[in-house]
Each structure stands twice: as structure tokens, then as C-alpha cells.
């Protein structure tokens, strides 16, 4: 019984969720940012989870009872479907035919991945509750 | 100290370690919930405990009773992956309301292995105090 390797599980995926409502909110903040740092549009970036799991289950040596670890952000990559198109030749970031390209950031869909975080992590607020009940009940024992 | 080594004792301390166990793997499940490819597990042990007492009589009558005998369940914890489900198109297949459920469940079941416990201790104090 590990009672802090438990709350790591729920805390794990809490910093987790944040970081993807980071994202989220970067995605946002940037949905008309013709030109980053490197000269090009903003691309939407989106986090990629991953299961962590601990070492050992993976020598074998308790795959009956691996521990489990939390969730991990694996990579946080670039969504890499095309830009869209505005025809504004004012711009000064004009190409020769008059367009200017938008980031691909959908807000709509930056809404609804915002609320399935949100979701998640009240989700995650709960299971620790949850265990931190059981830890104090534990500690009941004898009394 | 033969007092607090008697088979309920170590069934319950078992109970309590499942129970534990169990509850990591639910929180595991609800942390992967956004994970793609992630699939859910869940953990089986009051099933192996039903299969150990299939076909054992508990005679009360019996008047030799030993606490030296092998406990009799070994409380075996098996964690399955479940598959052929899927919720999303990401190939995860958490379910989230069952995995609150059992969230709970498992927290009463702790809660009443912990009560059964201070039983334990009650008994042994009011032996004591005689």
C-alpha cells in the first residue's frame, strides 16, 4: 500500500488536464495570429496523453499487480491540416495574389475540448477525494 | 503474538490491500479518460473469493477449532484489461459513470472493512478489561 504513489495517480492527471486547458487557451489567444516568431501563421497545437505506468510491471516481475502510475502528457505536437485562406491585399503579410493565411484554430472546437478538460479534471478532483476518504478512514484503525 | 494473527485479522488486512489496489486502478482509469489507445482496466477479486468457498462446508458444531488453519480464501487479485469496447473514435474505452461507481463502491467496502477491524479491536479490549 502506497498512500502517496495514489495521490500521485489523481495529481499526475490534474497537471495534466491544466496543461492541455493551457493549450487550449493558447490556441485561443492565438486564433488570428498571422505571423509567429519563425515568420509563419500560428498552427493549432494540441497535446498528446500517454499511460504511465511503473518500470517494474513492465519486467515482469508483478504484472499481476503493475502499478499504476497516471497519465503523462507524451508530446504536446502541431496540427498540421492546411490554413485558411483570407483574400485581404492591404496586408502588409500578403502573398503576390492578395492572401493573407489564418491559423487552423477552430474555436468552436477549442470550446468543447476546453469543457471535456474541464470535465476531466473535476472528474479527477473527485477520485482524489475519493482515496483521501479511504487514507483518513485508515487512519481510524485502533481508535 | 498469537492475538492479533488469527484468520480474520489477515483476511481483513488482505481486504483492505484489494481494496486499496482497487481503488489505484480506478484512479487510473478516470486519470487516462482523455488517453488515446488507453484501455480501461478493472480489478476482480470477490469472484476468486466465491470460487474458494464453492464446495467447502463450514460446520459449526465442529468443536476443534484451530486458527492455525490456512486461511481460507486467498484473496487473488486479478486486473484485466477490458477490449472489444469502444467509447471514442480514439480507441479509448473508459467509461466514466461506471468507473465513478465503483469509485464509491470501493470506498464503502474499505470503509466497512476498516469498521469490521475496530470489531476486532473491540472484542480484544473487552477480553482484556475482564
Redesign the interface.
Known amino acids: ?1 502506497s498512500f502517496l504513489s ?1 495521490l500521485d ?2 495529481a ?2 490534474l497537471s ?2 491544466r496543461t ?1 486547458m493551457d493549450i487550449i487557451a493558447q490556441n485561443i489567444a492565438n486564433a488570428d495570429t498571422i505571423k509567429t516568431e519563425d515568420g509563419t501563421p500560428y498552427r493549432r497545437q494540441l497535446v ?4 504511465k505506468n511503473s518500470f517494474k510491471s513492465y519486467l515482469g516481475e508483478s504484472r ?8 503523462k502528457i507524451a508530446a504536446v505536437i502541431k496540427d498540421e491540416s492546411p490554413l485558411t485562406p483570407v483574400y485581404d491585399p492591404t496586408n502588409p503579410e500578403a502573398d503576390k495574389n492578395g492572401y493573407i493565411y489564418m491559423p487552423n484554430v477552430d474555436k468552436t472546437k477549442e470550446t468543447i475540448d476546453a469543457m ?2 474541464s470535465n ?1 479534471y473535476n ?2 478532483i ?3 477525494n ?2 483521501k ?2 487514507a483518513s ?2 487512519l ?4 | 503474538m498469537a492475538l492479533f494473527e488469527n484468520t480474520s485479522f489477515k483476511l481483513l488486512q488482505k481486504g ?2 484489494a ?3 482497487k ?6 482509469n ?7 489507445y ?1 484501455k480501461a ?1 478493472s480489478v476482480e477479486f470477490s469472484a476468486v473469493l466465491k470460487e474458494k468457498f464453492k464446495g467447502k462446508k463450514v460446520s459449526l458444531s465442529n468443536a476443534s477449532y484451530s486458527d492455525d488453519i490456512e486461511t481460507p480464501i486467498d484473496l487473488k ?3 484485466t484489461v477490458e477490449r472489444g469496447t469502444n467509447q471514442t473514435l480514439d480507441e479509448n474505452n473508459v467509461d ?1 459513470e461506471k ?2 461507481v465503483e ?2 463502491d ?2 464503502y467496502l ?2 466497512t472493512l ?1 469498521d469490521k ?2 470489531g476486532e ?1 473491540s472484542m480484544i479490549k473487552s477480553a482484556i478489561q475482564r
Open positions: 500500500m495514489s495517480i489523481s499526475s492527471a495534466a488536464q492541455r498528446v496523453f500517454e499511460e499481476k499487480k503493475a502499478r499504476p502510475a497516471g497519465v471535456a478538460a476531466s472528474a479527477n473527485t477520485a482524489l475519493a482515496i476518504a479511504m478512514k485508515a481510524e484503525i485502533g481508535k | 483492505l490491500d481494496a486499496w489496489y481503488q489505484q486502478v480506478t484512479l487510473q478516470i486519470a487516462n479518460d482523455s488517453t488515446p488507453y482496466k487479485v486479478t486486473t466514466m468507473e465513478q469509485l464509491a470501493t470506498q474499505y470503509s476498516i477491524i475496530n479491536f
